[in-house]
Protein backbone atom coordinates (compact mmCIF):
# COMPACT_ATOMS: atom_id res chain seq x y z
CA UNK A 1 0.00 0.00 0.00
CA UNK A 2 2.71 2.28 1.02
CA UNK A 3 4.27 2.18 -2.69
CA UNK A 4 1.06 3.04 -4.23
CA UNK A 5 0.12 5.80 -2.17
CA UNK A 6 2.01 8.90 -0.67
CA UNK A 7 1.66 10.63 2.82
CA UNK A 8 -0.80 12.85 1.11
CA UNK A 9 -3.21 10.24 0.08
CA UNK A 10 -2.93 8.15 3.12
CA UNK A 11 -3.88 11.07 5.32
CA UNK A 12 -7.26 11.39 2.66
CA UNK A 13 -8.05 7.62 3.05
CA UNK A 14 -7.50 7.82 6.53
CA UNK A 15 -10.20 11.23 6.52
CA UNK A 16 -12.87 9.97 5.00
CA UNK A 17 -13.00 6.60 7.45
CA UNK A 18 -13.16 8.98 10.46
CA UNK A 19 -17.41 9.52 9.34
CA UNK A 20 -17.78 5.70 9.93
CA UNK A 21 -16.13 5.14 12.86
CA UNK A 22 -17.32 8.02 14.59
CA UNK A 23 -20.80 6.52 13.43
CA UNK A 24 -19.55 3.02 14.72
CA UNK A 25 -18.66 4.43 17.99
CA UNK A 26 -21.70 5.90 18.64
CA UNK A 27 -24.33 3.24 18.02
CA UNK A 28 -22.25 0.53 18.11
CA UNK A 29 -19.41 0.54 20.64
CA UNK A 30 -20.51 2.87 23.22
CA UNK A 31 -24.32 1.38 23.11
CA UNK A 32 -22.71 -2.04 23.52
CA UNK A 33 -20.16 -1.22 26.42
CA UNK A 34 -23.07 0.39 28.12
CA UNK A 35 -25.33 -2.49 28.08
CA UNK A 36 -22.51 -4.57 29.80
CA UNK A 37 -22.10 -1.51 32.28
CA UNK A 38 -26.19 -1.98 33.46
CA UNK A 39 -25.70 -5.77 33.56
CA UNK A 40 -23.81 -5.07 36.65
CA UNK A 41 -26.51 -2.92 37.92
CA UNK A 42 -30.44 -3.51 39.09
CA UNK A 43 -31.06 -0.29 36.79
CA UNK A 44 -35.07 0.02 36.08
CA UNK A 45 -35.22 3.44 34.35
CA UNK A 46 -38.02 4.19 36.57
CA UNK A 47 -38.11 7.68 37.77
CA UNK A 48 -37.05 8.11 41.42
CA UNK A 49 -35.95 4.63 41.96
CA UNK A 50 -32.09 4.74 42.54
CA UNK A 51 -29.44 2.11 40.40
CA UNK A 52 -27.35 -0.03 42.52
CA UNK A 53 -24.08 -1.60 41.58
CA UNK A 54 -24.96 -5.33 42.03
CA UNK A 55 -21.86 -7.27 40.56
CA UNK A 56 -23.04 -10.40 39.11
CA UNK A 57 -25.81 -11.10 40.66
CA UNK A 58 -27.94 -10.74 37.44
CA UNK A 59 -26.03 -13.26 36.28
CA UNK A 60 -26.37 -15.89 39.33
CA UNK A 61 -29.78 -15.15 39.59
CA UNK A 62 -30.27 -16.19 35.57
CA UNK A 63 -28.05 -19.29 36.04
CA UNK A 64 -28.60 -20.18 39.52
CA UNK A 65 -31.76 -19.95 40.08
CA UNK A 66 -33.37 -20.05 36.41
CA UNK A 67 -35.19 -16.86 36.67
CA UNK A 68 -38.77 -17.07 34.78
CA UNK A 69 -37.38 -20.12 32.97
CA UNK A 70 -34.42 -18.84 31.36
CA UNK A 71 -32.64 -22.35 30.26
CA UNK A 72 -35.91 -23.37 29.03
CA UNK A 73 -35.21 -20.07 26.68
CA UNK A 74 -31.56 -20.56 26.33
CA UNK A 75 -32.49 -24.40 24.66
CA UNK A 76 -35.69 -22.51 22.72
CA UNK A 77 -32.91 -19.98 21.09
CA UNK A 78 -30.08 -23.25 20.26
CA UNK A 79 -33.79 -25.08 19.08
CA UNK A 80 -35.03 -22.24 16.82
CA UNK A 81 -30.74 -21.27 15.69
CA UNK A 82 -30.80 -24.71 14.69
CA UNK A 83 -34.05 -25.22 12.97
CA UNK A 84 -33.37 -21.92 10.76
CA UNK A 85 -29.91 -22.96 10.08
CA UNK A 86 -30.16 -26.10 8.88
CA UNK A 87 -33.37 -25.98 6.57
CA UNK A 88 -32.77 -22.64 5.68
CA UNK A 89 -29.35 -23.93 3.71
CA UNK A 90 -31.47 -27.10 2.44
CA UNK A 91 -33.84 -25.34 1.12
CA UNK A 92 -31.70 -22.48 -0.63
CA UNK A 93 -29.72 -24.97 -2.04
CA UNK A 94 -32.64 -27.07 -3.60
CA UNK A 95 -33.77 -23.48 -4.88
CA UNK A 96 -30.73 -22.28 -6.23
CA UNK A 97 -29.64 -25.62 -7.67
CA UNK A 98 -33.29 -25.78 -9.45
CA UNK A 99 -32.84 -22.01 -10.19
CA UNK A 100 -29.55 -22.01 -11.99
CA UNK A 101 -30.92 -24.36 -14.86
CA UNK A 102 -32.56 -22.50 -17.91
CA UNK A 103 -36.52 -22.85 -18.25
CA UNK A 104 -38.81 -20.53 -19.30
CA UNK A 105 -40.23 -18.01 -16.79
CA UNK A 106 -36.83 -18.82 -14.49
CA UNK A 107 -36.39 -14.70 -13.70
CA UNK A 108 -39.69 -14.42 -12.55
CA UNK A 109 -39.24 -17.16 -10.39
CA UNK A 110 -35.76 -15.64 -9.06
CA UNK A 111 -37.87 -12.60 -8.11
CA UNK A 112 -40.57 -14.46 -6.33
CA UNK A 113 -38.39 -16.56 -4.11
CA UNK A 114 -36.51 -13.03 -3.51
CA UNK A 115 -39.34 -11.52 -3.02
CA UNK A 116 -40.14 -11.85 1.29
CA UNK A 117 -36.43 -10.44 1.67
CA UNK A 118 -37.87 -6.74 0.80
CA UNK A 119 -40.88 -7.16 2.87
CA UNK A 120 -40.63 -6.12 6.70
CA UNK A 121 -40.91 -8.01 9.87
CA UNK A 122 -44.39 -6.43 10.53
CA UNK A 123 -45.67 -7.21 7.64
CA UNK A 124 -44.25 -10.85 6.87
CA UNK A 125 -45.54 -11.21 10.87
CA UNK A 126 -49.13 -9.76 10.12
CA UNK A 127 -49.27 -11.60 6.59
CA UNK A 128 -48.62 -14.97 8.61
CA UNK A 129 -51.08 -14.04 11.80
CA UNK A 130 -53.94 -13.96 9.14
CA UNK A 131 -52.82 -16.69 7.10
CA UNK A 132 -52.84 -19.18 10.04
CA UNK A 133 -55.40 -17.78 12.48
CA UNK A 134 -57.59 -20.31 13.85
CA UNK A 135 -60.65 -18.86 12.97
CA UNK A 136 -61.67 -18.39 9.52
CA UNK A 137 -57.99 -18.66 8.13
CA UNK A 138 -57.19 -19.89 5.17
CA UNK A 139 -55.03 -22.74 6.08
CA UNK A 140 -57.87 -23.48 8.62
CA UNK A 141 -60.47 -23.58 6.25
CA UNK A 142 -58.23 -26.13 4.68
CA UNK A 143 -57.85 -28.03 7.68
CA UNK A 144 -61.49 -28.15 8.13
CA UNK A 145 -62.24 -30.06 4.80
CA UNK A 146 -60.48 -32.82 6.30
CA UNK A 147 -62.02 -32.74 9.79
CA UNK A 148 -59.18 -31.65 11.85
CA UNK A 149 -58.55 -27.94 13.37
CA UNK A 150 -55.15 -26.29 14.92
CA UNK A 151 -54.36 -23.42 16.75
CA UNK A 152 -51.02 -22.76 14.75
CA UNK A 153 -49.24 -19.95 16.54
CA UNK A 154 -51.19 -20.35 19.49
CA UNK A 155 -50.40 -24.27 20.13
CA UNK A 156 -47.54 -25.24 22.08
CA UNK A 157 -46.87 -28.25 19.87
CA UNK A 158 -46.77 -26.10 16.35
CA UNK A 159 -45.78 -22.61 17.37
CA UNK A 160 -42.01 -23.28 17.42
CA UNK A 161 -42.17 -24.83 13.76
CA UNK A 162 -44.08 -22.45 12.28
CA UNK A 163 -42.21 -19.49 13.69
CA UNK A 164 -38.98 -21.16 12.04
CA UNK A 165 -40.90 -21.72 8.87
CA UNK A 166 -41.78 -18.38 8.76
CA UNK A 167 -37.94 -16.96 9.82
CA UNK A 168 -36.73 -19.42 7.06
CA UNK A 169 -39.56 -17.98 4.24
CA UNK A 170 -38.56 -14.56 5.35
CA UNK A 171 -34.63 -15.30 4.26
CA UNK A 172 -34.73 -17.94 2.05
CA UNK A 173 -34.62 -15.49 -1.00
CA UNK A 174 -30.88 -14.15 0.09
CA UNK A 175 -29.80 -17.24 1.25
CA UNK A 176 -31.05 -18.82 -2.49
CA UNK A 177 -29.05 -15.49 -4.39
CA UNK A 178 -26.08 -16.35 -2.47
CA UNK A 179 -26.15 -20.09 -3.78
CA UNK A 180 -26.84 -19.23 -7.20
CA UNK A 181 -24.43 -16.92 -7.22
CA UNK A 182 -21.64 -19.56 -6.31
CA UNK A 183 -23.27 -22.19 -8.53
CA UNK A 184 -22.42 -19.80 -11.47
CA UNK A 185 -18.79 -20.00 -10.89
CA UNK A 186 -18.81 -23.51 -10.87
CA UNK A 187 -17.12 -24.13 -14.39
CA UNK A 188 -18.87 -25.74 -16.86
CA UNK A 189 -16.04 -27.37 -18.35
CA UNK A 190 -16.19 -29.34 -14.77
CA UNK A 191 -19.73 -30.70 -15.58
CA UNK A 192 -19.09 -31.89 -18.99
CA UNK A 193 -16.00 -33.71 -17.65
CA UNK A 194 -18.14 -35.66 -15.03
CA UNK A 195 -20.99 -36.53 -17.44
CA UNK A 196 -18.23 -37.72 -19.47
CA UNK A 197 -17.17 -39.59 -16.82
CA UNK A 198 -20.64 -41.22 -16.23
CA UNK A 199 -21.88 -38.72 -13.17
CA UNK A 200 -25.26 -37.23 -13.74
CA UNK A 201 -27.62 -35.41 -11.93
CA UNK A 202 -27.26 -35.62 -7.98
CA UNK A 203 -23.83 -37.56 -8.52
CA UNK A 204 -22.54 -34.39 -9.82
CA UNK A 205 -24.13 -32.30 -7.89
CA UNK A 206 -22.74 -33.71 -4.79
CA UNK A 207 -19.22 -34.51 -6.47
CA UNK A 208 -18.82 -31.12 -8.65
CA UNK A 209 -20.91 -28.45 -7.53
CA UNK A 210 -21.24 -28.91 -3.94
CA UNK A 211 -17.11 -28.65 -2.87
CA UNK A 212 -16.71 -25.70 -5.40
CA UNK A 213 -19.57 -23.69 -3.29
CA UNK A 214 -18.05 -24.16 -0.24
CA UNK A 215 -17.73 -20.24 0.32
CA UNK A 216 -21.24 -20.00 -0.33
CA UNK A 217 -21.70 -22.33 2.49
CA UNK A 218 -19.96 -20.85 4.97
CA UNK A 219 -21.54 -17.47 4.10
CA UNK A 220 -24.86 -18.52 4.38
CA UNK A 221 -24.40 -20.82 7.48
CA UNK A 222 -23.25 -18.12 9.83
CA UNK A 223 -25.10 -15.65 8.61
CA UNK A 224 -28.49 -17.83 9.24
CA UNK A 225 -26.75 -18.90 12.74
CA UNK A 226 -26.13 -15.59 14.04
CA UNK A 227 -29.18 -14.12 12.28
CA UNK A 228 -31.61 -16.63 14.78
CA UNK A 229 -29.71 -16.41 17.38
CA UNK A 230 -30.38 -12.70 17.63
CA UNK A 231 -34.07 -12.76 16.48
CA UNK A 232 -36.74 -11.38 18.30
CA UNK A 233 -39.10 -9.14 16.45
CA UNK A 234 -40.76 -11.83 14.24
CA UNK A 235 -41.28 -13.86 17.31
CA UNK A 236 -42.35 -10.66 18.98
CA UNK A 237 -45.37 -10.49 16.36
CA UNK A 238 -46.01 -13.79 15.88
CA UNK A 239 -46.17 -15.14 19.28
CA UNK A 240 -44.92 -12.78 21.70
CA UNK A 241 -43.19 -15.29 23.36
CA UNK A 242 -45.19 -17.77 24.19
CA UNK A 243 -46.14 -21.51 23.74
CA UNK A 244 -42.68 -22.45 23.59
CA UNK A 245 -41.10 -19.50 21.50
CA UNK A 246 -39.67 -17.50 24.16
CA UNK A 247 -36.26 -17.32 22.77
CA UNK A 248 -33.30 -15.52 24.30
CA UNK A 249 -34.04 -11.94 22.46
CA UNK A 250 -38.04 -12.32 23.47
CA UNK A 251 -36.49 -12.93 27.14
CA UNK A 252 -34.78 -10.15 27.30
CA UNK A 253 -37.21 -8.21 25.43
CA UNK A 254 -39.54 -9.07 27.92
CA UNK A 255 -37.73 -8.65 31.14
CA UNK A 256 -36.48 -5.39 29.86
CA UNK A 257 -39.28 -3.30 29.11
CA UNK A 258 -42.18 -5.87 30.35
CA UNK A 259 -43.41 -6.10 33.40
CA UNK A 260 -41.21 -4.71 36.27
CA UNK A 261 -38.78 -3.06 33.30
CA UNK A 262 -35.62 -4.83 34.93
CA UNK A 263 -33.02 -3.00 32.65
CA UNK A 264 -30.13 -4.51 34.57
CA UNK A 265 -31.45 -7.92 34.32
CA UNK A 266 -32.68 -7.59 30.53
CA UNK A 267 -29.13 -6.00 30.06
CA UNK A 268 -27.51 -8.96 31.25
CA UNK A 269 -29.68 -11.74 28.97
CA UNK A 270 -28.25 -9.97 26.33
CA UNK A 271 -24.82 -9.96 26.81
CA UNK A 272 -25.25 -13.63 27.29
CA UNK A 273 -27.20 -13.91 24.12
CA UNK A 274 -24.24 -12.04 22.66
CA UNK A 275 -21.45 -14.37 24.47
CA UNK A 276 -23.63 -17.23 22.82
CA UNK A 277 -23.64 -16.05 18.94
CA UNK A 278 -19.75 -15.38 19.35
CA UNK A 279 -19.38 -18.68 20.50
CA UNK A 280 -21.56 -20.56 18.03
CA UNK A 281 -20.09 -18.25 15.11
CA UNK A 282 -16.74 -19.09 15.87
CA UNK A 283 -17.01 -22.88 16.30
CA UNK A 284 -18.81 -22.80 12.52
CA UNK A 285 -15.98 -20.85 11.08
CA UNK A 286 -13.85 -22.78 12.35
CA UNK A 287 -15.16 -26.05 11.30
CA UNK A 288 -16.44 -24.45 7.54
CA UNK A 289 -12.79 -22.86 6.97
CA UNK A 290 -11.38 -26.48 7.56
CA UNK A 291 -13.71 -27.81 5.03
CA UNK A 292 -13.07 -25.00 2.80
CA UNK A 293 -9.35 -25.85 2.90
CA UNK A 294 -10.31 -29.80 2.60
CA UNK A 295 -12.05 -29.33 -0.64
CA UNK A 296 -9.75 -26.89 -2.36
Avoid: C
Wanted: charged letters at 5%; hydrophobic letters at 50%.
Amino acid sequence: MSNVFGGRQKSLIYLTMIPGLLVFLLFGIIPSVSTLVISFTDYTAIPGVPMHFVGFANYVHLFVNNFQGFKQSLVATLEFAAGVTIFQNLFGLWMANVLTKRFPAVNFFRTLVFMPAVLGVTVIGLMWSLILTPSGGPVAYILSLFGTSSAFFGSNTWAMPLVIFVQIWANLGFTTVVYIAGINTVPHEFHEAAKIDGASGWTNFWKVTFPMIAPSVTVNVILAAAGSLRTYDLIYVLTDGVHNTNTLGMYMFNTAFEGSGNLGLGAGIGVLQFVLTIIVVLVLQKYLNRREEAMS
